[in-house]
């Protein structure tokens, strides 16, 4: 739980931030792995029963509606997912970020939930049997990532995914408070 200066629970980041350069453990890999297992159903169980109204809160002032914030779970690990793909098919491929706030006000993103909660199970049942596929080479595979001018291992990319789940997850938790 991360706390403001206030002490009070932030609510822009209610577990921390992520911490970049950390290094993974195959234990570590693995449970970040089943949190990335796990997520489908805990959104489709945490959201199944909203109301319209209840998808319209933002987590904060200024913030993401929960319905944003599930779309945005759905954009974002499309985009993980891809890059992860090119870099186990091509070595240390550059790839491109998005504007990330400017795809949650696209017209897309006022729609129901149900089509991003079916396009994150799918595509978490297929990332998880390709990430638990990896070997120690394959966890060790890169991308730069051109917006950040990093390049990224994607035993790194899992973890931060993980972690990324987490993070959107508490942030529907806080808005249906």
Request: charged residues 25%.
């Amino acid at each position: 739980m991360d706390l403001d200066k206030s002490g009070v629970v932030s609510l822009k980041y209610p577990i921390g931030d992520f911490e970049y350069g950390k290094k993974y453990s195959k234990t570590d890999t693995r449970s970040h792995i089943k949190v990335l297992e796990k997520l489908p159903q805990r959104l489709k169980t945490l959201t199944s029963k909203l109301t319209d109204a209840q998808l319209d809160i933002p987590y904060r002032q200024d913030g993401w509606t929960v319905r944003q914030v599930v779309h945005h779970i759905a954009d974002s690990h499309i985009n993980m997912f891809t890059r992860v793909r090119f870099a186990l098919t091509e070595e240390n491929p550059p790839i491109k970020g998005y504007d990330e706030a400017s795809w949650a006000l696209l017209p897309d993103h006022l729609l129901p939930i149900k089509p991003s909660l079916q396009i994150i199970e799918g595509l978490h049942k297929r990332m998880v049997v390709l990430f638990r596929s990896l070997d120690k080479e394959g966890l060790k595979k890169t991308y730069y990532h051109a917006g950040y001018k990093k390049t990224f291992e994607i035993q790194e990319v899992i973890a931060m995914y993980a972690w990324h789940s987490e993070h959107h997850f508490q942030h529907i938790i806080q808005a249906l408070k």
